[in-house]
């Protein structure tokens, strides 16, 4: 079964600065990722994914990942955070080549943005 | 176009009950999937709907099952509700192709379920 790790269950940063938030994922095939957002009382809001092609992808709201095979990651970054940008974040994989919809999330990194 | 939608927002169950979660697929998404977030941790998958069947199942027990309906709308029952079973229920629709390619998930806002 597919395990996704992110580093850091809080994330504090300034308005701003650069925000990073780590995940990692086993398997040896590397899947399909994907980051969601969750704001409070709300379902998860796609910020971008990586299927295949180029390894940096961008997605909304000025945010960025990038796939590294060798270290089977997959970081979110933003160069300059907003206030806005305070949520809760979903990094997910889906086995590459799978009919069953099924997605993997890891534990979630709770993202503080101080003024 | 209609996104996902769920209901009831809010539900709270005592010990031992039945609930119903209802949820409404993105118009032209053709399977559901269903997940349990608990307080601090990720969503974990329950299963997927496709035609009308279930055709993936997550670690849930039996007491976890479901219905999609022609519409392709689908609900979620759970039956002796246990203390743990407290958590946000999302709901997910997608094109599932003919070709088996992966598109992408599409969430609802979700429900809360207490149990007391």
């Known amino acids: 079964a597919q395990s996704v790790t992110q580093l850091g269950s809080h994330v504090s940063v300034s308005e701003g600065a650069l925000v990073l938030l780590r995940c990692n994922y086993s398997?040896?095939?590397?899947?399909?990722l994907f980051w969601y957002v969750q704001y409070p009382n709300q379902g998860l809001q796609l910020l971008l994914k990586?299927?295949?092609?180029?390894?940096l992808v961008k997605g909304i709201n000025g945010f960025e990942a990038e796939f590294k095979k060798s270290e089977t990651s997959f970081h979110l970054t933003k160069p300059s955070a907003h206030m806005s940008d305070a949520a809760e974040y979903f990094c997910?994989?889906?086995?590459?080549?799978?009919?069953?919809?099924?997605?993997?999330f890891g534990r979630g990194t709770q993202l503080t943005v101080w003024p | 176009e209609t996104g996902v939608t769920q209901s009831p927002t809010h539900l709270i169950k005592t010990r031992g009950q039945q609930v119903t979660l209802r949820c409404s697929s993105q118009?032209?998404?053709?399977?559901v999937s269903w997940y349990q977030q608990a307080l601090g941790q990720g969503p974990q998958f329950i299963f997927q709907y496709y035609r009308e069947e279930e055709n993936g199942r997550g670690n849930f027990p039996p007491r976890f099952s479901g219905l999609q309906f022609p519409n392709y709308s689908s609900e979620l029952n759970v039956n002796a509700l246990e203390l743990d079973d407290s958590a946000l229920y999302l709901c997910a629709s997608s094109l599932l192709s003919a070709s088996g390619i992966y598109n992408e998930q599409f969430f609802g806002p979700g429900t809360r379920l207490t149990v007391l």
């Open positions: 118009s032209g998404h053709n399977t």
């Open positions: 990586y299927t295949t092609g180029a390894t």
């Open positions: 398997s040896s095939v590397p899947p399909y």
């Open positions: 997910a994989v889906h086995d590459r080549g799978s009919t069953l919809g099924r997605l993997y």
